[in-house]
T-cell receptor, first 111, second 118 residues
């Protein structure tokens, strides 16, 4: 299983764009990259998933360079409610591959 | 998106009793579900992989006789904590893999179950 490395914590002001980078040097050819958001005492919530280049949905963008050894989750104009822990996971879709959680990034958004 | 539910959301029990936690995929079928445990301020730790119609696969260090997993249908997996002790107090979270044709294939997580063993 590919190991991921993220910053332990980040701080941001409300209204700013936040970029959280995840390193996954040992990513395999069939691995996808998935990001989750977790609030205290809740289960992780799916944010976005991608394989290469750029993926965008209504809440975030995911940038993946050509070598796929890292990825960046971009949250546009964060609000206080975006304060949470964000996890980057790497795993194979199309199989029953298990996902291993790293430490995650604790994002604190303030006024 | 796909929805996964858990029941109960929290439970308090006496030491030595058994507690069952249910995990349901509400709008999709899941041949594979996963059970995690999370302690305060820590990341999720995978306990086991639950396979519909077959035995669960446990991670190293997880006692299969203590954490009984049953995946009897494509929408339901249960985790039973047998003879619970205070050190089993934790936040238990399940996830289910959505492989429905036409949907983004990924894992969706339940809301979690808080277990407190007195």
């Amino acid at each position: 299983l590919a190991k991921t490395t993220q910053p332990i914590s980040m701080d941001s002001y409300e209204g700013q764009e936040v970029n959280i980078t995840c390193s996954h040097n040992n990513i395999a050819t069939n691995d996808y990259i998935t990001w989750y958001q977790q609030f205290p005492s809740q289960g992780p919530r799916f944010i976005i998933q991608g394989y290469k280049t750029k993926v965008t949905n209504e809440v975030a963008s995911l940038f993946i360079p050509a070598d796929r050894k890292s990825s960046t989750l971009s949250l546009p104009r964060v609000s206080l409610s975006d304060t949470a822990v964000y996890y980057c996971l790497v795993g194979i879709t199309g199989t029953a591959s298990k996902l291993t959680f790293g430490t995650g990034t604790r994002l604190q958004v303030t006024l | 998106g796909a929805v996964v539910s858990q029941h109960p959301s929290w439970v308090i029990c006496k030491s030595g009793t058994s507690v069952k936690i249910e995990c349901r995929s509400l709008d999709f079928q899941a041949t594979t579900m996963f059970w995690y445990r999370q302690f305060p301020k820590q990341s999720l730790m995978l306990m086991a992989t639950s396979n519909e119609g077959s035995k669960a696969t446990y991670e190293q260090g997880v006692e299969k006789d203590k954490f009984l997993i049953n995946h009897a249908s494509l929408t339901l997996s249960t985790l039973t904590v047998t003879s619970a002790h205070p050190e089993d107090s934790s936040f238990y979270i399940c996830s289910a893999r959505d492989q429905t044709a036409g949907r983004l294939e990924t894992q969706y997580f339940g809301p979690g179950t808080r277990l407190l063993v007195l």
